[in-house]
């Protein structure tokens, strides 16, 4: 094993003799578990910023952290462009024609030279092709674009769901939810809201929250519709008229109305959901590296995409359970105006949040800028460890010793970083690691991925020729199909007598309902083998057709409908007319006998088990889900076997170490009496030759002279005998040392070995018995669709997937 693959360990270069001007031969490892206390790279362009951060996320990706990239510059899709073979057919489509012009090369010269370069760039730091095929294998990368085709799209304006749970129930952080997705929003209409001055920011935070605080969904269209009729009469004391009259919360309607209207705006209604657990892990629990390129996009924009999946990240975050490992990466690569240190734009707030938050969830928060005076310091407070490369001006140096000067051992410590860092060249980065001793010096490694520069659209697109073409949101499959609305006027529809009629409110323009046989039924699961005992609801919806058998509950899916959002009667909208089965007498009623009969053989409770570690998934958690759990649990368990291994081996090092000490320090020591009797002998032979040859005959003293320096001679062979035995036991103990080192590090390693296998899964279904089947309501149930600006209908609701 290379000295630095090291478990939990990233390893970001060698440290930097200063003096010397030069890399040491000594590996900068940096511990996984401090970057839960988050990070901060600053350094001017051209100091080697991007690089080092492509390296701490190329480690964590090969230590199975998975990682949510933020890119405003373009740079940082390179990550996809690591190549184990190395070859020159890799790079060539990255080579810029006109630069191999300029320097006198084809296109396919240039390629070979570069990979050469790459080659031995790579090879000087001893990272070969298998390591980057590592990284190339522990995650799935992939490239997403909110608002463009280019790479992935992202459903961002469709994205105005409901919080989870957990942070529903804390007041504070549903306030600064809606307060941020709000200011979001206002911002991407160039609408500077204040939240207590803004009656614009105040009626829209109004509509979230009561919303929220139901656990109702949202999208832009309904919010468009209760912007016009809002779910309430007062604001604060004052009536909703008197605060906000109807036909100035029109202009605000038109203006939401327009966006969601304007054709560049329909990229940012399609794409995959805006989710945060999806972007960290697959559905199958393999780690996600997820880049979201924002460049093309206005700074509006930006900030109000920022500020949305910031929230989704934050939302995510609070759902999981606590950990001193590291359970996920974000990084920023500029936050240039989302952290400045006046201003508070939406996405500030939520960065505060998850600074102050995200070290008890594992999540680790790294942040880059080359304009450290406009970052708040006061915020970085909570940020562990500083990456400080070349700064631009003396203000810069100024501002960033500013920021560290509460964990600065005085004036002293001061100016010894100011030292520091007035003398640092390209690729050096200081250190300043709270979980350290002292800073430290560092020149950083050549990244694994090719660092092409910035992406262009052409090349976006070059690398996700494979992405998955347009999505629609959930709640489609084999029984759920468009409504077809009816030309012109519309007969009113009856309602068979004795039916209970239901329908799921929504709001908004152009609304289509279609009706359901529907269920909700009360089932009870119970196993003492997986620890399971609980009652659920669950609303079970099926089409009627024609012929013998019109309704078939094998058709039917399940809807993730809370029957308190139901209103009884018929919807307002385009409402499609009951099929003729419906309208036969005891329809209804027979059809829930089928349910009663069918449901114990066809739904049930999907749960995984693992035997190493002995595990079981809980209900509702998905297959990716719980690997993605197992592995945080392997992760933990391998991060504190470690510990305890090092701890365990730490009095044998201080023993041995102590030896080495005393026996250098006897070396020394010989070595001095050694030199100093070596200089006493060779003053007694002259001496003694002195006496001999300048005397006209040898006469006793200078016979006795003599004699004292062979004697002198043989206590300086004795001297040199000391200092070889002095040299012998200090070798000795080295020999010890490098034999409990590697001790160690086959220990450690047979602990990567047990968390380095992928986990074994098992699928349970659980069943239900027929008398833990009850109905608590049936009949008809109307669901709404809408029309979105493609001309498709989407629903307006979701179905769970099918079992």
Known sequence: MSDFEKMGSFYLGREYDAQKGETTDVPLLFDARDLTTHGVIIGMTGSGKTG???????????????????????????????????APADFEPWIDPAQAEREGLSPGEMAAATAERWKQGLAGWGIDGDRIKAFKDAAEVRLFTPGSTAGRPVRALQSFDAPPKALRDDADLLRDRVQTTVSGLLTLL???????????????????????????DLDLPGIIGLISSPPFDMVGVLPLETFYPSRDRMELAMQLNHLLAAPGFSAWLEGE??????????????PRLSIFTISHLSERERMFFVSLLLNQVLGWMRTQPGTSSLRALLYMDEIFGYFPPVKEPPAK????????????????????????????????????????????????????????????????????IDRLLSGIRKRVFLLHNVHDDAPVLFGTRFAMSYLAG??????IRSVTSNRPERQVPEGTGKAVRPPVRAQGEQDAVLIPDGVYSVYLPAEGEGLAYRPYAGVFAK????????????????AWLAEAGEGPVPLDWDDSFEADIDPALLSEGLPEGDLEPLPGAMMEKDAFENWSGMFLKWAPRNTGIKLFSCSEPKEVGT???????????LEMMRREKRDEDVEKLRKKYASRFNTLQNRLLRAEQAIE?????????????????????ASAFLGRKINVTAASRVGTAISKAGRLKKEKEDVARAEERAGSVREEIEKLESRLADEIEEIKAKTSEPVSVEEVMLRPKRSDVSIVLSGLVWLPWRKNPQGGLEPLWRSRQRI
């Open 52 to 86: 080092l951060a492509v390296s701490i996320i190329e480690e964590a990706i090969l230590d199975g952290v998975p990682a949510i990239v933020i890119d405003p510059k373009g740079d940082m899709p390179n990550l996809l462009l690591a190549f184990p073979e190395l």
């Open 190 to 216: 160039g609408i500077d809201g204040d939240p207590l001055t803004s009656r614009e920011h105040i009626l829209l935070s109004s509509i979230l929250d009561e919303r929220w605080r139901e656990g109702r």
């Open 273 to 286: 959901p805006l989710d945060a657990g999806g972007f960290l892990f697959s559905p199958e629990g393999k």
């Open 349 to 416: 707030k939520v960065l505060l949040t998850l600074l102050k938050q995200a070290r008890a969830y594992g999540l680790g928060v790294l942040l880059a800028t080359q304009n450290p005076v406009d970052l708040d310091y006061k915020g970085l407070a909570n940020t562990g460890a500083w990456f400080i490369g070349r700064l631009q001006t003396e203000q810069d140096r100024e501002k960033v010793l500013d920021g560290l000067q509460g964990a600065l051992p005085g004036a002293s410590g001061r100016s010894e």
């Open 454 to 459: 910035p992406f262009t659209r052409d090349q």
């Open 523 to 538: 089932v009870h699961y119970s196993s003492a083998r997986y620890r399971v005992d609980e009652t659920g609801e669950s």
């Open 619 to 629: 209900p509702g958690e998905t297959r990716g889900e719980f690997v993605a759990r």
């Open 669 to 689: 020591r010989e070595s001095e009496q050694a030199s100093q009797r070596k200089m006493d002998t060779v003053v007694s032979f002259g001496s003694a030759l």
